[in-house]
């Protein structure tokens, strides 16, 4: 147990973990300037303006160039994973959201007087515009420079 313990030691981790803390910080506060109504579920919902995912990733890829070096394969590493988890919360998590308000939509629609199809709906926001995935992206870069170890 007490090495697992030494994780909190881990700076990078510790910073990536910051910056998608920052994001849903970041979403709650939006939502509430945009509707004027706070909701402590945007901490734990995917969506939404920025990018926590992108916020997290980028911010791990940048701890990691300013602690290895940017030429290191541990940079690379990070980077093409960074890359795969913002491809992802552009394309296919969005796909995936679109798909699930049509198919909400279809239901209400075509099963209006079947009470057995009444359940929960599909959970449409589930990926991200490319100016979320770029704004958690800044984030993350941000947050990884401000809480960079003078190494």
């Known amino acids: 147990m007490q090495d697992f313990l030494t994780i909190f030691d881990n700076h990078i981790l510790i910073v990536a973990l910051l910056a998608c803390l920052t994001a849903q910080i970041f979403k709650v506060l939006f939502e509430l300037i945009r509707h004027r109504k706070a909701s402590l579920r945007g901490l734990t919902e995917t969506g939404g303006m920025p990018s926590s ?10 701890g990691v ?6 030429s290191s394969t541990e940079f690379a590493i990070a980077f093409v994973v960074a890359v795969i ?15 699930a308000r049509i198919l909400n939509l279809m239901t ?5 007087d079947h009470p057995e199809f009444s359940g929960d709906r599909l959970k449409e926001l589930l ?13 993350g870069v941000a947050v990884s420079w401000i809480a960079s170890p003078a190494y």
């Not at 160039?65 to 940017?70: A, D, E, M, P, T």
């Not at 209400?108 to 209006?112: I, R, S």
């Open 65 to 70: 160039g300013q602690v290895k070096g940017w």
């Open 85 to 99: 988890v913002m491809y992802d919360a552009l394309g296919i998590r969005q796909a995936a959201g679109n798909h």
């Open 108 to 112: 209400a629609e075509l099963f209006n």
């Open 127 to 139: 990926g991200h515009t490319p100016l979320q995935v770029l704004a958690g992206s800044i984030l």
């Open 53 to 62: 995912h992108s916020a997290l990733v980028a911010a791990l890829a940048t």
